[in-house]
């Protein structure tokens, strides 16, 4: 049984503490973590993922060094800061050597936890599957589950003070690094349509998680939320994980936790202080499965409770 998914990481709590104490951030300026901590894996279970794509499909290439970026990580603004995490998130793969480069030159404690957080994204990002499997040209779904890589909360709200009656709407709690959602929504975000169709007030969480698991991955679809009461319009793309014939991906989310720690072992930076390991996600995402006896667990569409 996996451990349950924290929502913050000791890691980045420790490094936005020290930069609080030097005087580098503010209580509210606290770096958001995402859900990047697992319990230490063994070495004989390290591994060694294959990289299968060349990026999300809403990644934004730059042009040019990363230099400005990195720059910016250390702003005295939170939010020039938070604006360079968000637009280094979406960066392809293949610029990640240049981040552990920069890393191995940075000093800046709360610059580490960001440039961290970016390259554990973007290791993972290269080994997510966004394609079907196929076999002879006959497209099959038995040996993959799709997941976009949040947790939620369905709620009925009055959108507007006006409205008369209530919509149902998905609160998302949580996003998970190296799938898409986490480049694209927030903790807080509120969805409210799926392709333009709101949802049935009557709507579970398993009927989202049916709905969403509808699209293969790769798929790209669009999303209607609210971010801090203010209407936005995402585009999102499904993701996929391996799972056995029983739809068990036990094995996959361990593999990709292990081959996130080794990266993150290697990883130097240019603070001299004592090394943090920052560990990778315990899950991506996991759900209690109503079909499955009580205990069992499988990946619904990266969403759990």
Known sequence: MLEPMKTSARTFLALALAALLSGQAQPSDMVRPGSIEIDSVPESRIVDLPVVNHGFADDEPLKGPLTALVDQLRSAAYSQREQASQRLLRLPPDRLPELV?????????????????????????????????????????????SLMGVRFEPESIRLSPDD????????????????????????????????GKRFELEMTKYDFQAEMRAFWP???????????????????????????????????????????????????????SPPLLMKPPTDLGLAPHPMLPSGRVILDAGIDK
Do not use: C
């Not at 898409?180 to 927030?186: D, N, R, S």
């Open 101 to 145: 480069l920069a890393l191995e030159r940075e000093s800046d404690a709360e610059a580490i936890a960001r440039l961290m957080q970016v390259a554990s994204h973007l290791f993972l990002k290269e080994r997510t599957f966004l394609q079907r499997p196929s076999f002879l040209g006959v497209w099959f779904k038995d040996n993959i589950v």
């Open 218 to 272: 790769g798929a790209i679809f669009h999303l209607t939320i609210l971010r801090e009461g203010k209407p936005m319009e995402l585009t999102m793309q499904m993701a996929g994980v391996p799972a056995d014939a029983a739809g068990d991906v036990d094995q996959a989310v361990s593999d990709r936790a292990a081959a996130l720690e080794k990266f993150v072992k290697n990883l130097k930076t240019g603070d001299s």
């Open 164 to 195: 008369l009656t209530l919509a149902r709407t998905v609160v998302v709690t949580d996003v998970v690094i190296g799938l898409p959602a986490y480049q694209v929504l927030h903790p807080g975000d509120r969805i409210v349509a799926v392709n």
